[in-house]
Structures are given as C-alpha cells and as structure tokens.
C-alpha cells in the first residue's frame, strides 16, 4: 500500500503565500513524477505543476508560472508547492499527485485527499 498525506492548505488573503506538502509512505521501488493538480468550484481538475522523470522536466500552468514553486526532497518521498502572490482565482482544492512503482513490475498511480486553499480578502 502507498499513502499520500497533504498538508499546508487553508484561508489566506490576496497578495499572500502558502506552502503545500505531500509526503508519500508505504511501499515504493521508485517515483516517475511528482505533482501538484488543482479543482475550482465548478471546474475540472487541471495540472498546476508537475515534476518528471527525476525532476529534469519541471511543468507549470500558465495561470501560476512566476508565482507557484514545485520541489521535493527525495529522501523524504515529499514534494512541496510553494505558493506565492495568491489570487482569489488560485482558490480550489489542491491535489497532490505520485506516479511511482511499488515493485519493479507494480505500477501505481497515486493522489492525495486534497487540501482546501482559499483566497480571499
């Protein structure tokens, strides 16, 4: 078994900052990617930043290139989203997101709970 657990999320005001953790447990051979995905109200789930392939490719949404930070910290299993300069627009529900292998031929495409960010003055 492999369990995402999310921290970080929460109401801050426009103009402010928020860091997001996922940190990955269980049974992992090796992660492929890490990422960061998010739902707005009414909307689909859409990518806000992602890693790959041992972090040589980086990914960011247009909307939060400039603003949102993607790392990890690989003795961890974690990857963090560092939020800055918020908008009210960047309110959604923010889903983390492992692809990794548990056995060298057990792929497994995992996803947090999700964590609420709300932007708002």
């Known amino acids: 078994q492999v369990q995402l657990q999310e921290s970080g999320g929460g109401l801050v005001q426009p103009g402010g900052s928020l860091r997001l953790s996922c940190a990955a447990s269980?049974?992992?051979?090796?992660?492929?990617?890490m990422g960061w995905y998010r739902q707005a109200p009414g909307k689909e789930r859409e990518m806000a930043a992602t890693?790959?392939?041992?972090?040589?490719?980086?990914n960011y949404a247009d909307s939060v290139k400039g603003r949102f930070t993607i790392s990890r910290d690989n003795a961890k299993n974690t990857v963090y989203l560092q939020m800055n300069s918020l908008k009210p627009e960047d309110t959604a529900v923010y889903y983390c997101n492992i692809r990794l292998w548990r056995t060298p031929m057990n792929f497994y495409n995992a996803w947090g709970q999700g964590t609420l960010v709300t932007v708002s003055s």
């Open positions: 890693f790959t392939t041992g972090g040589a490719i980086t």
């Open positions: 269980g049974s992992i051979f090796r992660i492929d990617s």
